[in-house]
């Protein structure tokens, strides 16, 4: 991956497209661990700032997993499961909260589907872990 410094894109940003290309054409693959921010510094040319902020955008999209203390990693996508929504029901997206992140065990940038139905409390579902469908409607073929 070329990192242009004199390009109007900044180079974090740069950076954050040259990871993503390669974790979705399977060049970096689930689990793969990044190396500590200096290495990465020196191996692509860039500031450790430019790398924190590009793990940072990656993690924020739920491709990159992050504890402190230990080196990122790709993260495994999980496998989705279909959920049909009956008439009445009300579905949204936002992201999580820390605490929620913490009660439902999801990572930095897993969004969440909420669903609501009259009469019951609202249910909060990781949004990488499900597909909405409309009740009767057929599954797309892939």
């Known amino acids: 991956m070329e990192i242009n410094v004199r390009s109007h894109v900044p180079v974090y940003i740069q950076l954050a497209t040259g990871l993503r290309k390669m974790i979705s054409t399977g060049e970096l693959t689930a689990g793969h661990v990044f190396p500590g921010e200096h290495q990465m510094a020196q191996d692509y040319g860039v500031g450790r700032e430019a790398v924190r902020k590009a793990l940072g955008v990656l993690r924020q999209e739920g491709l990159v ?31 999580s909260t820390p605490d929620e992140r913490i009660d439902l065990g999801i990572d930095e940038g897993v969004g969440l589907v909420v669903l609501e139905r009259e009469g019951e409390p609202a249910q909060l579902l990781p949004a990488d872990e499900v597909v909405l469908t409309a009740k009767g409607s057929k599954a797309r073929q892939s």
């Open 65 to 95: 997993a992050t504890k402190r203390g230990e080196a990122s990693t790709v993260r495994a996508q999980p496998e989705r499961r279909r959920i049909e929504l009956e008439p009445g029901v009300l579905a949204w997206f936002r992201q």
